[in-house]
C-alpha cells in the first residue's frame, strides 16, 4: 500500500536546529512536487515549503525564508525539511504532502486542503520551547 511516513520531530530550544524527514513507500517521490505544510493549535494549516519533481525549483513561506530548506534525495526516496534558528512560533505539526499535478507555488500557498492531494503522511510534533 502507497503512503507517506514523516519523522524528526521533537522538542528543541528556540534557535536550535531540526531535520524532518518524508520517505515514501510504495511509490516513487522523484516526479511528485512535494510540500511540508504546519498546523498549530487554534490556527491554520500552512505552507511551510514545496519542491517541484520536475526541476527541484523550491518556495518558501514568508516566515522561514533564510532559516527552512528543503531538499530531496530521489534515491532513499526521501524529502527533507532542515529547520534552523527555530523560534516557538515555528511550534506545529508538521505535515508531509505529495501531488503529482500540482506546481510548486499553487501547492504552497493557494489553500489547497491536504485531502486533495495525492499523499499525506500523519505529522511529526515540533516543539520550540526552553
Known amino acids: 500500500q502507497s503512503h507517506i511516513v514523516e519523522s524528526g520531530g521533537g522538542l528543541v530550544q528556540p534557535g536550535g536546529s531540526l531535520r524532518l524527514s518524508c520517505v515514501a513507500s510504495?511509490?516513487?517521490?522523484?516526479?511528485?512536487?512535494v510540500g511540508w505544510f504546519r498546523q498549530a493549535p487554534g490556527k491554520e494549516r500552512e505552507g511551510v515549503s514545496c519542491?517541484?519533481?520536475?526541476?527541484?525549483?523550491?518556495y518558501y513561506a514568508d516566515s522561514v525564508k533564510g532559516r527552512f530548506t528543503i531538499s530531496r534525495d530521489n534515491a532513499k526516496n526521501t524529502v527533507y525539511l532542515h529547520m534552523d534558528s527555530l523560534k516557538p512560533e515555528d511550534t506545529a505539526v508538521y505535515y508531509c504532502?505529495?501531488?503529482?499535478?500540482?506546481?510548486?507555488?499553487?501547492?504552497?500557498?493557494?489553500?489547497?486542503?491536504?485531502?486533495?492531494?495525492?499523499?499525506w503522511g500523519e505529522g511529526t510534533p515540533v516543539t520550540v520551547s526552553l
Open positions: 519542491i517541484s519533481g520536475s526541476d527541484d525549483s523550491t
Open positions: 504532502e505529495a501531488d503529482y499535478t500540482l506546481i510548486v507555488e499553487a501547492m504552497c500557498s493557494r489553500q489547497i486542503s491536504q485531502s486533495s492531494m495525492d499523499y
Open positions: 510504495g511509490f516513487t517521490l522523484d516526479y511528485f512536487t
